[in-house]
């Protein structure tokens, strides 16, 4: 399967926990972003890289959210102490370039308890 | 920000029949995409669109990129159970890509 890949697809924790999740992009992509999805809305987005670097990172929630793409490739999005709020479905997608087509992958659902 | 107005929010069809749903914004995009999302999945991409006034199908779905540019529009022909999910538009605007709230599908059958 050479589609986007999120892990772990499901998260559930206690307040005041980190989290991390993981993406592995298509691998021709060069564009990587994350996604947050709440109930009943369209996915908002949070952060995105060129390769490795981070060209949009204004939109994350709160400094307690941060996203890495060390070596181009893999992306990590990390949440610290969480809260209730932060409840949601974290999607990852890719794309080659910035007007493109997004692929998205299964996303990574967070409860927190 | 910049959002995508979708319409109507949720449907209810009978299996057979034919959908129609749409996207407004108040400004200009360059590009329209629709996708498909079923629950607890992420959305998949059902038609990308590059040109004002653009058609395009894939099977049984068609879009079309309005002529203003600021609205496109999505059709589903003799609906089946399987059409069931959330639909959503979605263009570029500044460095990402901005989605709508999405149209809810159920087809009876």
């Known amino acids: 399967d050479t589609g986007v890949s999120q892990d772990p697809r499901h998260k559930i924790t206690k307040r005041g926990q980190n989290v991390t999740f993981r993406c592995d992009p298509i691998?021709?992509?060069?564009?990587l972003y994350w996604y947050r999805q709440t109930l009943g809305q369209g996915p908002e987005f949070l952060t995105y890289?060129?390769?490795?670097?981070?060209?949009?990172k204004s939109r994350l929630l709160s400094d307690r959210f941060s996203a890495e793409r060390p070596k181009g490739s893999f992306s990590t999005l990390e949440i610290q102490r969480t809260e209730q709020g932060d409840s949601a479905m974290y999607l990852c997608?890719?794309?080659?370039?910035?007007?493109?087509?997004?692929?998205f992958g299964e996303g990574s659902r967070l409860t927190v308890l | 920000g910049q959002q995508l107005n979708q319409s109507p929010q949720s449907m209810f069809i009978q299996e057979g029949e034919d959908v129609s749903m749409n996207c407004t914004s108040s400004s200009i995009f360059n590009t329209w995409l629709w996708y498909k999302q079923d629950p607890g999945e992420g959305p998949v991409l059902l038609i990308a669109l590059y040109k004002a006034g653009e058609l395009t199908s894939n099977g049984r779905l068609t879009a079309q990129f309005g002529i203003t540019r600021k609205d496109s529009f999505l059709n589903i022909s003799a609906s089946i159970p399987s059409d069931v999910g959330i639909y959503f538009c979605?263009?570029?605007?500044?460095?990402?890509?901005?989605f709508g709230a999405g149209t809810r599908l159920t087809v009876k059958p």
């Open positions: 691998s021709e992509h060069n564009r």
């Open positions: 997608a890719s794309s080659n370039y910035v007007s493109g087509e997004l692929f």
């Open positions: 979605a263009g570029p605007f500044n460095n990402d890509m901005r």
């Open positions: 890289f060129q390769n490795e670097a981070q060209l949009e």
